[in-house]
């Protein structure tokens, strides 16, 4: 039945019968031994019966000795010595039937304690009578006569008890030493029928196991060869792994530094592109503003154009003045030509006359000179307006000119500023992939890291693999050895 089972298997129902028949002598001995514990306690029981037996006699001669003592001291001590025997007397009475188990025995105690009432009856009457005063060999007479004999059949009752007990002890004694002998007999029977059981299962068992062993040896010697071939091989693999996986990790590093320094160059860009941002802009606020000088330049260039065309037109109306001026002063040079001609023609009394006359000649001509500084100046003033109408016609139309520039400058910049935003964006996002980059390839770093140092503990392991494979290899042919050298005997 066990010929097609593992060793564990077969160690297993070894061990289970050796446990049962250990169990079986454990059980014996158990009951064998509860046995002999039992006598023993029956022994120690009848032991202390008759030491409870002795006590009631000893308490028994105590009462005689004190009611001697009373009778012949008339001495209460004594008195009261005999009730203390009397309580101990009857309380070692109740703990004898408390212990006695047999019927013959509590007969016996029976009779004691009827004996022991008789007693106390007759040793009463007589203290009663040395209490009365009656003479003491008068009492000592009715002593002998009622006391004396209840104390001897009292004391036989009791040596009764105790030759009981005493043979009942002898039967104890000898029902114990046979129950241990018997024990002795089975313990030794048992164990020895459990020895040679254990011996025919172990001589059983070895060869069984030692052919089983033998065979897993051999699979043992040609599985450690290939462990021990896997093992070299799985090391020199191990030991490349480490070199490669070395090697990627200084890559990993290298380019963990250049993803660093992009995404530095990144973060420059980005700050680059916002500041040409912000300066676009800027400069699209200046462009406003230009353009709003530029108009406001142009409003004043239109004012003073206006101012001019005023100016032309007052001169104009200055010319038709100085026209009517002029005539005035022709016709005012011809009256006095005339008002000379008259003062002449009237001779004394026209003289203060003429030299008015002469004046007002003077005065026309003063005017008819001024009137044509007048006009010099106010043709003069008329070639400035027209000039000046010129210039600011042409700054009107550069001011258009340098707006409608402005304007364009204006557009450029809020392209620029437009065309801006989606660099800084693209900028950032380059930063950020820079960054996740960075740090996937430092994780990925750690990750070598760890399959390096998993790589130098594979190696670590393999080589214990092949020292383990080595001393299996060393163990087995030992077993061989072993297993031979057993076949052998």
């Known amino acids: 039945m066990l010929r097609n089972r593992t060793i564990g298997q ?35 029981e009848e032991g202390r019966e008759l030491t409870l037996a002795c006590r009631l006699g000893t308490a028994a001669e105590t009462e005689l000795a004190d009611t001697y003592g009373y009778l012949a001291s008339n001495d209460d001590a004594f008195l009261d010595d005999m009730r203390r025997q009397e309580k101990v007397f009857a309380d ?46 008068s009492v000592q007479s009715r002593m002998k006569q009622e006391q004396m004999p209840s104390f001897a059949k009292l004391e036989q009752k009791i040596t009764e008890f105790t030759l009981h007990e005493q043979t009942t002890l002898e039967h104890e004694q000898q029902r114990s030493r046979d129950t241990a002998t018997e024990a002795r007999r089975v313990i030794i029977g048992v164990s020895a029928l459990a020895l040679l059981i254990a011996a025919g299962l172990a001589f059983f ?124 002063a022709e016709q005012t040079n011809i009256l006095s030509i005339n008002a000379t001609i008259e003062a002449a023609g009237a001779g004394e009394a026209g003289k203060r006359f003429a030299s008015v006359a002469d004046e007002i000649r003077k005065l026309a001509d003063r005017t008819a000179g001024s009137t044509k500084e007048i006009r010099a100046l106010i043709d003069e003033i008329r070639a400035g307006v027209n000039t000046t109408v010129m210039a600011t016609e042409t700054g009107s139309k550069a001011a258009d000119a340098g707006a409608k520039q402005l304007i364009d400058v204006t557009g450029a910049f809020a392209k620029i500023g437009e065309t801006i935003l989606p660099t800084t964006q693209a900028a950032r996002e380059i930063e950020l992939s820079t960054k996740q980059q960075a740090t996937a390839v430092e994780q990925v770093n750690v990750a070598v890291a760890s399959v390096a140092q998993a790589a130098r503990e594979t190696e670590t392991s393999t080589t214990q693999t092949l020292q383990a494979a080595s001393q299996l290899a060393v163990l087995a042919k030992e077993l061989t050895q072993l297993i031979g050298a057993q076949a052998a005997r």
């Open 10 to 44: 077969k160690l297993a129902w070894a061990f289970a019968l050796v446990l049962l028949l250990t169990a079986v002598v454990a059980g014996v001995a158990i009951r064998s031994l509860e046995s002999v514990e039992a006598s023993q306690t029956r022994l120690i």
């Open 92 to 137: 070692g009475l109740a703990d004898m039937r408390k212990e006695v188990d047999d019927s013959e025995g509590k007969r016996l105690l029976d009779e004691i304690e009827r004996t022991e009432t008789e007693h106390e009856k007759a040793r009463e009457s007589v203290v009663k009578l040395r209490q009365s005063g009656v003479a003491l060999e």
């Open 205 to 328: 068992l070895t060869r069984g196991l030692t052919r089983q062993i033998g065979g897993a040896v051999q699979h043992l010697q040609s599985s450690t060869a290939e462990l021990q071939s896997a093992a070299s091989q799985q090391a020199t693999g191990s030991k490349e792994q480490a070199s490669a996986t070395s090697e990627v990790s200084t890559t990993l590093k290298e380019l963990v530094a250049t993803a660093r320094q992009i995404g530095e160059s990144a973060q420059h860009v980005v700050r680059l592109a916002e500041a040409t941002r912000v300066a676009a802009k800027g400069g699209d606020q200046t462009g406003i503003l230009a353009q709003e000088a530029v108009a406001t330049t142009k409003r004043q260039v239109d004012l003073i154009v206006n101012h001019m065309l005023e100016l032309g037109k007052k001169s104009q109306q200055i010319g038709n003045v100085l026209e009517i001026v002029n005539e005035l």
